[in-house]
Nanobody, 117 residues
Framework: VQLVESGGGLVQPGGSLRLSCTAS????????MGWYRQTPGKQRELVAN???????NYIDSVKGRFSISRDNARNMVYLQMNSLKPEDTAVYFC????????????WGQGTQVTVSS
C-alpha cells in the first residue's frame, strides 16, 4: 500500500496550493480519505476528510478556504487550499481509513506547506 502526496511548497499569505495524493494497493472506494497536518511539537490534526460518495468534513479554521475532493476512478484525493495563512504552515499527510475496519489505516509520507512572505 502506498499513499504519495505532492503539491506542497512555499506560498505567500493569501495564495493558493493544491495538494494531491495518489493511492495504490487499496480498494480506494471503500476508504474514507483525509488530509491531516502537523507542526513541530503539536499533535497531528485532521484538516478534512471525504467519503466515497463525496460527503466531506472540515475543521472550523479551514472552512470556506479549503476544499477536499476525490477521483475514485484515478485513486486520487485532492486538497485545494485558498487564502492561505501563516498558521496553515505544516506538514500535510494523506490518510486512508477503511469503512469496514477501523484498524485498516494508512499514511502518506507528508508534504511540507509553508506560508510566508
Amino acid at each position: 500500500v502506498q499513499l504519495v502526496e505532492s503539491g506542497g511548497g512555499l506560498v505567500q499569505p493569501g495564495g493558493s496550493l493544491r495538494l494531491s495524493c495518489t493511492a495504490s494497493g487499496i480498494a480506494f472506494s471503500v476508504y474514507i480519505m483525509g488530509w491531516y497536518r502537523q507542526t513541530p511539537g503539536k499533535q497531528r490534526e485532521l484538516v478534512a476528510n471525504i467519503a466515497s460518495g463525496g460527503s466531506a468534513n472540515y475543521i472550523d479554521s479551514v472552512k470556506g478556504r479549503f476544499s477536499i475532493s476525490r477521483d475514485n476512478a484515478r485513486n486520487m484525493v485532492y486538497l485545494q487550499m485558498n487564502s492561505l495563512k501563516p498558521e496553515d504552515t505544516a506538514v500535510y499527510f494523506c490518510h486512508a481509513a477503511s469503512i469496514f475496519n477501523t484498524r485498516d489505516t494508512y499514511w502518506g509520507q507528508g508534504t511540507q506547506v509553508t506560508v510566508s512572505s
